[in-house]
């Protein structure tokens, strides 16, 4: 199994930036896309960001691209998503996700249920 343990929130102000860091341990032979999803208070849980095993593919929501963005170090089997400019309606719970299922060069942000390893988030707060 993979245990996933993201770390790298806290507060922050307007126009801030922070790292979230995502590092796996456990059966880390395999092959992840990762995936960042976040969720507010009272709303569903929307993707952000996602990156394939090769790092070569990444997506994001239209809402942080030019903002956010999303890296891998496998030698560290850690990977990282870089927020820039944060806005006060990116608050919300992070969390990082890994799908073994979209091949060496996929990641999927449309459906959260291919994510069968989950973190415990980390809360992000952008607030003057």
């Known amino acids: 199994q993979l245990q996933l343990v993201e770390s790298g929130g806290g507060l922050v102000q307007p126009g801030g930036s922070l790292k979230l860091s995502c590092a796996a341990s456990g059966s880390t032979k395999d092959y992840y896309a990762i995936g960042w999803f976040r969720q507010a208070p009272g709303k569903e849980r929307e993707g952000v960001s996602c990156i394939s095993p090769s790092g070569g593919r990444t997506n994001y929501a239209n809402s942080v691209k030019g903002r956010f963005t999303i890296s891998r170090d496998n030698a560290k089997n850690t990977v990282y998503l870089q927020m820039n400019s944060l806005k006060p309606e990116d608050t919300a719970v992070y969390y990082c996700?890994?799908?073994?299922?979209?091949?060496?060069?996929?990641?999927?942000?449309?459906?959260?249920?291919?994510?069968?390893?989950w973190g415990q988030g980390t809360q992000v707060t952008v607030s003057s």
């Open positions: 996700a890994a799908d073994s299922r979209s091949g060496w060069f996929g990641c999927n942000l449309s459906g959260s249920s291919r994510y069968n390893y």
